[in-house]
């Protein structure tokens, strides 16, 4: 299953975090934002050579099965606000709103994640801050 296609309903992601997501999921989740697998095993709080140890079918933990889930949804709404594309250029731009920073350089925390999901709704509403 497409990660960036699970409903964003709270009680599916609840489910799917508890049952896990497998690498392959994560793998194309990490093709699709175009992450690096520094990138992505740093989002997930995981080593590259940890991420690298999983099989394709293997499940991982809640706790990464969440963040990759939470990542999704962060990327599903870029991508239809915004196109894949323009969404991708702005996650790798520094930004001012951001102190300088690139929203992909946020996306190691919590509230990092949360912040770029604020900072989306504000564009989507015009708020240019």
């Not at 991420?51 to 990327?75: F, H, I, T």
């Not at 250029?89 to 951001?98: A, E, G, P, V």
């Amino acid at each position: 299953m497409n990660l960036l296609t699970i409903p964003s309903n709270m009680m599916t992601l609840i489910e799917r975090s508890k049952h896990g997501v497998t690498k392959e999921e994560i793998k194309d989740l990490q093709a699709q934002a175009q992450l690096t697998n520094d990138q992505l095993a740093a989002i997930l709080h995981l080593t590259p050579r940890a991420l690298q140890k999983y099989q394709p079918l293997d499940v991982l933990r809640a706790s990464v099965s969440e963040r990759a889930l939470a990542l999704a949804q962060l990327y599903a709404r870029g991508f239809e606000f915004m196109g894949e594309e323009r969404f991708l250029r702005w996650m790798n731009r520094q930004h001012l709103s951001l102190g300088g920073r690139r929203p992909i350089d946020l996306l190691d925390t919590h509230f990092g994640m949360v912040l770029i999901g604020d900072e989306l709704g504000r564009i989507e509403q015009g708020v240019l801050a």
